[in-house]
């Protein structure tokens, strides 16, 4: 099928989503709590090119292919289609390449707006946003919506433990829903940069934290389990911190990292981290885990996460799988990114 015509069908697929666009300043989509104007557009993989996804960023269109360059034809079909639906900036990041790295140039001036401060809003809470910066991806990963409406939801008067907040996106959402404490923890300063500005955004700045840490030695401290790595004699230095138990925690690792402290592997040892997350979950508080990994079956990773809990000699009273919303369409609702909240007793 021709390009222009995918496009078309995956805009009207998104018929409710882009009703709610509109030339509405920052603070009238903060007092409507209905408003977003971030969301995906095409979902490549799923709608008819593998490797391609158009996204909507507040005051922007964002286009990035992950597995070919696009020819100048198809980019002139895309910006076809993208401006008789609103005239925006459009940008092309090709990441193309196996590390995943922004390899076009732009323009001047669409490079100018790519590396300028907007700001988009999702459900009423307002998120800044850099569509080109010094890391790779946006500063707010849409197909996390779902979860933030959760802890939005869930954390009134609750205390929340965010890991790998990146920019704290989960954190404000449940500052936003009325949490007492927000504790984020992520390695890059500039990812938890971008958190404290979401916070000072919705001005629930008073009751997050914003932790640079390694993952392993911040949760295995506050799960009150000695910091180990992989050469204990070597380890580098880390924030100190105590024990503590929190009635929300959110675990959202990437596929595949390497530390001093420990590897993150989501096909093979989910347990590493999820162990501790545990311990740091007060009796009848809920860990939110997530897994990205496609191949990773859906029901063996939830009875992993089960039979976690019961050696750590606990148990899981309700769970409750959240599924990513229609604008990230699956094969069969086998969406990659899994997510499930446990209750812990």
């Known amino acids: 099928m021709p390009l222009a015509s995918l496009l078309n069908t995956a805009l009207a697929k998104r018929a409710d989503l882009i009703a709610q666009l509109s030339t ?17 557009v095409f979902h490549g993989t799923v709608e008819g090119v593998n490797g391609l996804n158009i996204d909507r960023y507040g005051d922007a269109w964002l286009i990035q292919t992950f597995h070919q360059t696009l020819t100048e034809d198809e980019i002139e079909v ?4 993208l401006l008789a639906v609103a005239d925006l900036p459009i940008v092309y990041n090709d990441r193309s390449n196996r590390n995943s790295r922004i390899l076009n140039e732009l323009d001047a001036e669409t490079e100018a707006f790519a590396r300028s401060e ?14 080109r910066h010094e890391g790779q991806d946006p500063l707010l990963f849409l197909d996390m919506r779902v979860g933030r409406e959760f802890f939005k939801a869930n954390s009134h008067k609750k205390s929340v433990l965010n890991l790998f907040a990146y920019t ?6 449940a500052a936003v829903g009325g949490a007492k404490r927000v504790v ?3 390695f890059s300063s500039f990812a938890l940069e971008a958190g404290r500005k979401n916070a000072e955004l919705n001005e629930v700045g008073s009751v997050c934290q914003f932790i ?5 030695p911040a949760l295995r401290q506050l799960a009150g389990l000695k910091v180990t790595g992989r050469n204990p004699k070597k380890l580098p230095s880390y924030p100190k911190m105590s024990a503590s138990q929190f009635d929300l925690v959110f675990l959202d690792p990437p596929r595949f990292a390497k530390s001093a402290f420990g590897t993150v592997d989501l096909i093979n040892d989910y347990q590493s981290l999820f162990k501790p997350a545990v311990l740091a979950t007060k009796p009848g508080g809920k860990v939110i885990a997530c897994n990205n990994v496609a191949k990773v079956d859906r029901e063996d990773w939830f009875n992993s996460l089960v039979r976690c809990v019961e050696k750590q000699g606990r148990s ?11 604008d990230f369409p699956s094969f069969d609702d086998n969406h990659p990114l899994k997510i499930v909240s446990l209750t812990i007793d």
Do not use: M, P
């Open 212 to 216: 640079h840490s390694d993952a392993f």
């Open 118 to 131: 907007q700001v988009i809003s999702e459900n009423g809470i307002l998120y800044t946003s850099k569509l």
């Open 24 to 40: 509405a300043s920052s603070d009238s989509l903060k007092t409507d709590s209905s408003k977003t104007n971030c969301f995906r």
């Open 78 to 81: 895309i910006h076809k289609e």
């Open 168 to 173: 704290c996106g989960i954190g404000t959402a």
């Open 184 to 186: 984020n923890v992520d």
């Open 316 to 326: 899981v009273s309700e769970a409750t799988w959240l599924d990513c919303h229609d």
